[in-house]
């Protein structure tokens, strides 16, 4: 039972509570790195780094801070480590960084971090924080990496990753015939139209689950009803035979 | 560059919204209803143009001569928290109906990530101090414009029938996917 449990929350923390279709977080920076694969599995990369070590250090730190100085604190928490992620990924990964460009400065002001940091991380412990971070991370990554999937196949027609570290491609495959690529998917209309059907698609699975959620509560509270009615009626009924064993019994203890 | 090329190349050619996909969170929050676009907008004007002005000088005045440049990051988003700060008390102090009409649009724009970049944009793109000025004002006139065109559209779209799972911001990207179409057309303007 907990194990299914486990289970279903790991897909409803992904998709069901998805930070970026579901809550509308950190939608700028979703748009901007998603024209192909490698950047926003990047980005998503970088994201997750800093969203684990901002949420482990405000766990830590929360406790300290005064109420009146918590945000900017843990701001600066997060752009120390963003200044920390970015200057890494300059060394080793400098065409990553020039494709990425202001964005991952940005990281400072994508609002799932502080966001974390303020509903999360600061009121629970250094391990949940960390984990928090982690699946908070995988889920934007796994929208990034849903909506340059789509892009990059449909704009240009081929699906290819690079390995930021040494610059070569590590596979590239052609999956539209050439000349049947729509380049207006690597423009930002096309971010836009990409979002807004992702969006709409997790809107809708939220809805059919809300409904199903909503009618199995319905189910269950009227079942829980006619088991109340039964109960009663049993009890009643236990009663009404008490009540004749005893009549029965007092003439013959008269007797 | 000339000045003028500046602030049109900001305001329409390279909009803060429809081409840097910045500012996307207060763009899909106030873009509901009229009034509060304008006062969003506002707000941001004065914000970006104040904010990107003192980042400026504190960069070439303090961390330059200083050596510090890689503190950037950090200067500038406490400096925009504590600048968006003080204009809510400035403001507070000295008149208190703009601040009921502004007041809860300004905390709000210390996440706004369109202020974020525009101050380390004017830095990267080595502006002068007038250049910083003209660049800012664009870029959040650019900012309120896309606002107030936004606003106007939602009001209309909030009467209007369509499947459920689409309401709200989904139909929005729609509406700001066919704008980007729109602004494109500006593309050769400078």
């Known amino acids: ?23 509308y977080l950190g939608i700028c920076s979703c748009l901007a790195v998603t024209t192909t694969i490698t950047n926003a599995l990047g980005m998503g990369v970088a994201v997750i780094a800093v969203l684990v070590l901002s949420n482990i250090l405000v766990s830590l730190v929360a ?36 494709a990425l460009g202001a964005f991952i400065d940005l990281i400072v002001v994508n609002c799932i971090i502080l966001g974390r940091a303020e509903a999360f991380a600061s009121k629970n412990g250094i391990a949940a924080s960390a984990r928090d971070g982690l699946m908070m991370g995988l889920a934007y ?25 040494t610059d070569t491609t590590l596979f590239s495959l052609r999956l539209l015939p050439v000349g049947f690529d729509i380049p207006i998917f690597t423009t930002p209309t096309g971010a836009f139209l990409v979002f807004a059907i992702l ?29 109340k009615a039964a109960k009663a009626a049993a009890a009643k009924a236990a009663a009404a035979a008490k009540k004749a064993a005893a009549a029965q019994a007092e003439p013959a203890k008269e007797a | 560059m000339n000045l003028f090329s500046i602030f049109i190349a900001s305001l329409l050619v390279n909009n803060v919204i429809l081409s840097k996909f910045l500012g996307m969170c207060p763009f899909l929050g106030v873009s509901t209803k009229l009034s509060s676009a304008v006062g969003m907008g506002v707000a941001v004007i004065f914000v970006i143009l104040g904010a990107s002005v003192v980042s400026w000088l504190l960069y070439y005045y303090a961390l330059v001569p200083l050596g510090l440049e890689y503190m ?46 525009v101050a380390m944009d004017n830095i990267t793109q080595k502006y002068n101090l007038i250049e910083t000025a003209v660049n800012s004002v664009a870029v959040a006139g650019g900012f309120m414009l896309m606002l107030v065109i936004f606003a106007t559209i939602r009001e209309r779209l909030e009467g209007s029938d369509m499947p459920k799972a689409w309401k709200g911001n989904p139909i929005a990207f729609v509406v700001a996917a066919i704008m980007a179409i729109a602004f494109s057309a500006f593309a050769g303007l400078v």
């Open chain 1, 63 to 98: 406790p300290l801070t005064p109420d009146e100085i918590h945000i900017p604190v843990y701001i600066a928490i997060i752009a120390s480590l963003v200044t920390i992620v970015g200057m890494v990924m300059q060394a080793y990964t400098p065409s990553l960084y020039d």
């Open chain 1, 1 to 23: 039972m907990s194990e299914e449990k486990k289970k279903k929350s790991l897909i409803d923390e992904l998709i069901y509570d998805n930070p970026v279709f579901g809550l």
């Open chain 2, 72 to 117: 950037e990051l950090i200067c500038f988003i406490l400096l925009i928290a504590s600048f968006v700060q003080f204009v809510e008390m400035f403001v507070k102090k000295t008149s208190p109906a703009l601040y009921k009409s502004l007041g809860i649009y300004l905390p709000l724009i210390t996440t706004n990530c369109a202020v974020l970049f």
């Open chain 1, 199 to 227: 969006a709409a698609a997790v809107t809708a699975y939220k809805n059919s689950k809300d409904a199903k959620a909503a009618a199995a509560e319905k189910a269950r509270k009227a079942a829980e009803a006619k088991e």
């Open chain 1, 141 to 165: 990554t796994l929208s990034v990496f849903a909506m340059a999937f789509i892009r990059q196949i449909l704009g240009t027609g081929v699906l290819a990753l690079k390995n930021p570290l």
